[in-house]
């Protein structure tokens, strides 16, 4: 019996984890780990507390302002719990295994703490098991992750789930060939993030071209550039930027192995899939299922990352939300 | 009508002066449910053949069931949207429901008042959020009263000095004896779309998204 006179609460953003849902939690994490490591990636643990100015190296926008945080008492320093785990892993690399032959391979099983706006700012808790592929940049290895997350995804034994790929080097090659000040290239930013149409072909109906090359066709195509692969096939003989024609023509190998491995009822295509712009610098994905409204699983190229910790090496890789494995899994 | 074999779908549309203009728009697609109009109780509408359904709640409600997937798209109003800051898709204007967002005030007040020299202001608002982000924005102080309905109650009873609500005609304005002082926002109803729905059935999504474009421009 509760005793109604003792206020035992906890703050908000935290649980607890009965023996029920515990279980079925090790359960996901077990399956989940023990593909992971059927695929050469090997566990690393991380630590719970960062200096912020060490953490923020390798934190992408979005999450900058997601930090729970507090000052060191004793030496005065801010102190951030980790919102993310993957700059802590470029950090552990870039710092302490560079003599480790590449590619290394790790993953995580960790908690993290992120100030959500929908909850007013408060923090919330939560659990993450991730992949990363460092020190290789090819579509191969791509292909290769991307492949992992199908198999955890399908021996943990949710049905009916899509991986949807993107390459965020379509987009920001794209937007290359338009004469536009940083304000409006922004407007663009945000109106594809959100699929919105109408405000993309008011902002664009402001732009010009940089040499004439149907580049404000294809953003204002943007938003229904989603589907099977066959978007990449029509879009090809349009595409005249190269960098661009460099983020197809990875797709498409990507697409291609995934194929070989029998893999393609489980993928669609999205050009127009910009988040984490500012981090992501290749392909990026992202994991549902049907009836499931939010995403299972989030990665991406991030060649940038390790650079910041002092060590220029291209890596890729992705991460779990457990909880809403476990929901999905029901 | 032929038999389709697209997946099914849920449309939450919101109650109230939207609705009818939003159920003309869905009807020139084919989607169209018996009894939405005359059938007030009921909240779920089948079209069979069609194999959609429509869901029919509070405007505040719509992004929440279209957020977490319990409904795969809907329709509400960019006032409800900024308030609220989803994350879910919002490909459409649909150009229905317009009216606007504004600052209002006393008659009285308005004779002597001058904007340009508030520093520190009480707003009553169903609005919270998108009030305290336009007044931050211009460095004013605001203290803000939250309420539910009738907002023009406020200033006559003196609860607050101004409000924040949505006008269409200003009819309601004029007869409480306001003035507008101020537009922050036009507002038009949009299409929004659940981020898994679109990923998971993308050829039904993007067929609805793409009719309902050609119905908005044949208007």
Known sequence: MTDKSLNISLPQGVRDMLPEEAEKARYVEETIVSVLEKNGFRRVITPLLEYIDVLSLGLGAELQDKIFKFVDPVSGKII????????????????????????????????????????GGLPSELLQIGAEY??????DADAEVIATAVEAIKKVGVRDFKIDIGHIGFFKGILEDIKASKDIKKKIKDAVLIKDNSSLQEVL????????????????????LFGDKGVIDKLKSQVK????????????????????????????????????????????????????????????????????YGYPCPATGFAFNTENVIAAVK | ????????????????????????????????????????????????????????????????????????????????????????????????????????????????????????????????????KYFLSKGIQVEIIKLYGSIELAPILGLSERIVDLVSTGETLRK????????????????????????????????????????????
């Open chain 1, 134 to 139: 460092i020190g290789e940049d090819s579509p």
């Open chain 2, 1 to 132: 009508m032929k038999k389709t074999t697209s997946e099914h779908i849920t449309i939450a549309l919101p109650k109230g002066r939207v609705l009818k203009e939003a159920i003309s728009l869905f009807k020139k697609i084919g989607i169209k449910p018996k009894g939405v109009l005359t059938d007030s109780r009921k909240l779920i509408f089948e079209d069979k053949d069609a194999n959609a359904q429509f869901m029919i709640i509070r405007a505040q409600d719509v992004p929440t069931y279209v957020e977490y997937g319990a409904a795969d798209m809907g329709i509400v109003g960019k006032d409800v949207l900024l308030e609220q800051q989803r994350d879910i898709y919002e490909p459409l204007d649909l150009g229905i429901g317009f009216c606007r967002m504004v600052v209002a005030e006393p008659k009285k007040l308005r004779r002597i008042d001058n904007p340009q020299h508030w520093t520190r202001i009480r707003v009553a608002t169903k609005y919270p959020n998108i009030t305290m």
């Open chain 2, 176 to 219: 409480n004896g306001l003035v507008e002082v101020e537009e922050i926002m036009k507002v038009t109803s949009k299409l929004i779309v659940n981020r898994a729905a679109l990923k998971t059935k993308p050829n039904r999504i993007k067929e609805i998204i793409e009719r309902l474009q050609m119905a908005l421009t044949q208007k």
């Open chain 1, 241 to 308: 930027n190269e960098t661009a024609i460099k983020a197809l023509d990875d797709l498409a190998s990507i697409i291609n192995m995934l194929e070989k491995k029998k893999l393609k009822n489980y993928i669609t295509i999205d050009l127009g899939e910009v988040r984490g712009f500012d981090y992501y610098t290749g392909v990026i994905f992202e994991g549902f299922t049907k009836g499931f409204g939010r995403a299972i699983l989030k990665g991406g190229r991030y060649n940038n990352l390790l650079e910041k």
């Open chain 1, 205 to 224: 109906s402001s732009v010009r071209e940089v040499r004439g090359d149907n580049a404000i066709k294809i953003l204002s195509d943007l938003p229904s």
């Open chain 1, 80 to 119: 951030a719990i980790r919102p993310d785990i993957t700059p802590q892993v470029a950090r552990m690399v870039s710092t302490r295994m560079r003599d480790y032959p590449l590619p290394i391979k790790l993953y995580y099983n960790e908690n993290i703490l992120r100030c959500e706006e929908p909850r």
